[in-house]
Each structure stands twice: as structure tokens, then as C-alpha cells.
């Protein structure tokens, strides 16, 4: 992969392709090992590793900024924060989300929980999702049995072990297909990127900027 990755680049950056095609011409790209280096190799900066360690720095004083949040946006992040336990996916699970609903997004427009990924609802919704993560269980509050990425209506990777991962995989998505954030999830991403893995931070939007500034009270 490392020796076509110019090729590959100039596909993705002046001929746009459809995540789909792309899918189909470097079908070895969708995968996290090969995501972790493709990332590397453009941003030269490690993925997965780095957000994971970078979102447990923060993970501290994103709770501490989340449990001040009052009014009903406040009651849905005690919420989150309440559903934390000693399992430290399930924690990171929640800071995600949480960083979802304070930015005033919906968690659910990156996380969507399903309990049969065969059933006609379901292959329907991932069908209209452009971007996100899907997370199948058993029962409703059980562990997961499944957690993929879904790009453009696509599976593009599943059997990942924890939400944390795929929204690292997801992320690095942007960087690898050069897309464009989408409008829900913009502030979320801006977040991640800039204040999370410290790439590109200058020009912080408000909502951006006025989270750094809580964060580092």
C-alpha cells in the first residue's frame, strides 16, 4: 500500500470517487491496520493510538465541563456520564457521546444502536446514514456484539472492538477519502481534530473555542 499510496492520493483528491468505488479499487485500504498507516503516511502522525491516549488525557476535565452543563442539555450529559463504569471502553464510549450532546449534536447522529443488523429497519437506516458508527447488541444496555464504520449507506468496516476505535477509524476516514465534515457531526469533528489530536488547531470555531478555554480552567 505504502508504494502506490501517490496514485491512490491523486484519486482521491482530483477525482473524488464514491467512497463505494474507492472500496473496490483499493479494497485493502479498509482495514484498520492499513487505516492507521495510511493516516500516517499523510498526516504523519499516528491514529489510533494517539486518540486514544489524547481522549483519556482530556477525559478528566471533559467530565468535569460536561457536569456544569445545566438546564436540560445538562440533565442528558448526567445522564451519559451516569451510564460510566470501571470497563474503560464503555468510558470512552461515553465521553464520546458526551462530547456529542455539549457541542449540541445528537449522539445518536454518530452512534446508532442496533439489535438485528439483518432485520429491514435496520439495513434501511445504515442505507441512509452518510456518516457513522453503528454498534449491534443483543439486548438493549448488553454488551456489543458487533461495532462497525458506515460511510455513504456503506458498511465499510465492522467487528471492531469498541466505539473509542471506530470513531477513530471514522475520523481517520476524513483525512484518507479527503471528505468534508457533515453539518450534525462538524463541531464534534472540529473537536476531535483540533483539540483532541492537535492537528490543524489554529482557527477554532466559538464553540470550539469557548470548550478549550472550560477545559483548561
Not at 483532541?196 to 469557548?210: F, G, N, P, T, V
Request: hydrophobic share 45%; glycine share 6%; proline share 3%.
Amino acid at each position: 500500500m505504502e508504494k502506490t499510496f501517490t496514485l491512490r492520493r491523486q484519486e482521491v483528491l482530483f477525482d473524488a470517487p464514491m467512497v463505494s468505488d474507492v472500496q473496490e479499487r483499493w479494497p485493502a485500504l479498509f482495514d484498520v491496520i492499513q487505516i492507521n498507516a495510511e493516516f500516517r503516511r499523510i498526516t504523519t502522525m499516528p491514529l489510533q493510538s494517539r486518540f486514544v491516549s489524547q481522549l483519556d488525557l482530556h477525559s478528566a476535565n471533559l467530565l468535569r465541563v460536561f457536569l456544569k452543563r445545566s438546564g436540560q442539555q445538562g440533565k442528558t450529559l448526567r445522564d451519559i456520564v451516569a451510564m460510566m463504569t470501571d470497563d474503560v471502553d464503555a468510558g470512552r464510549e461515553c465521553i464520546i457521546k458526551g462530547l456529542c450532546m455539549y457541542l449540541n449534536g445528537d449522539p445518536k447522529d454518530l452512534v446508532q444502536e442496533y439489535m438485528d443488523m439483518t432485520e429491514g429497519n435496520t439495513l434501511s437506516a445504515i442505507e441512509r446514514t452518510v456518516v457513522g458508527i453503528y454498534v449491534a447488541r443483543q439486548t438493549p444496555g448488553s454488551n456489543s456484539s458487533d461495532v462497525g464504520v458506515i460511510l455513504e449507506g456503506v458498511v465499510v468496516l465492522r467487528d471492531l472492538e469498541n466505539v473509542a476505535l471506530a470513531t477513530a477509524m471514522l475520523f481517520g476516514f476524513f483525512y484518507i477519502l479527503n471528505m468534508r465534515y457533515p453539518s450534525k457531526l462538524h463541531y464534534t469533528l472540529e473537536v476531535i481534530q483540533k483539540i483532541i489530536m492537535e492537528l490543524d488547531a489554529a482557527d477554532l470555531s466559538r464553540k470550539a473555542q469557548s470548550l478549550t478555554s472550560k477545559v483548561h480552567q
